[in-house]
Structure formats: structure tokens, C-alpha cells
Nanobody, 114 residues
Framework: VQLVESGGGLVQPGGSLRLSCVVP????????MGWYRQVPGKQREWVAT???????VYADSVKGRFTLSRENVKNTVHLQMNNVISEDAGVYYC?????????WGQGTQVTVSS
């Protein structure tokens, strides 16, 4: 089972991008879910989490610029990225905490360039 991310691409500094993560129908999206990101040569960095009850938590580096939301009807979570900076570039991975363990997506690339 794997989550399916989309929405990555090229964005200019100061611009916006929205990433989406679809949960397979057999798994509830009401579990804790979130995003990490990774750049070559560095460890995967936690970005944001939405808890089962809807509370959101953000890394200091994205607080005030990124918004994580859940769309239960579509079994999807969205990461709205605003006022993007160069440090936001990387591969973004969606995750879901299932009773059987953490499930990941394949990653979606975000490139920040003017």
C-alpha cells in the first residue's frame, strides 16, 4: 500500500504551490498524516502533521507559510505552500500513521527557481 502524492513542480521564490496526497480507499485518512521533505545529502526533514482530530503542527521553518488540511470526502490531505523560499526545495513525502506502521508516498519534487 502506498500513498499517492501530486502537485510538485517548479515555483518561483515568493510563489505558491499545493501538494496533495491521496490515501488508498482501504485506509482511513483520519489517521495522523503529514509531510516530510528531503534534499540530496541531507536527512529527511519533518514539515507538518495533521492529527486525527484535525489539529495541525508545523516545523518552525514553514510556520505561517504552509497550511496542511484534510479533505475527508476525497481521502486526501493538501499542503498549501505560500511565500515559498529556496530552502523549501526538495522531494516532499507524504506519510500516514497506520496501526501496522507508517505508510509513505513515492515523493513529489518541488523546485524553487526564478
Amino acid at each position: 500500500v502506498q500513498l499517492v502524492e501530486s502537485g510538485g513542480g517548479l515555483v518561483q521564490p515568493g510563489g505558491s504551490l499545493r501538494l496533495s496526497c491521496v490515501v488508498p480507499g482501504s485506509i482511513s485518512s483520519s489517521n495522523n498524516m503529514g509531510w516530510y521533505r528531503q534534499v540530496p545529502g541531507k536527512q529527511r526533514e519533518w514539515v507538518a502533521t495533521i492529527l486525527g482530530r484535525g489539529t495541525t503542527v508545523y516545523a518552525d521553518s514553514v510556520k505561517g507559510r504552509f497550511t496542511l488540511s484534510r479533505e475527508n470526502v476525497k481521502n486526501t490531505v493538501h499542503l498549501q505552500m505560500n511565500n515559498v523560499i529556496s530552502e523549501d526545495a526538495g522531494v516532499y513525502y507524504c506519510y500516514l500513521d497506520h496501526i501496522m506502521g507508517r505508510i509513505w508516498g513515492q515523493g513529489t519534487q518541488v523546485t524553487v527557481s526564478s
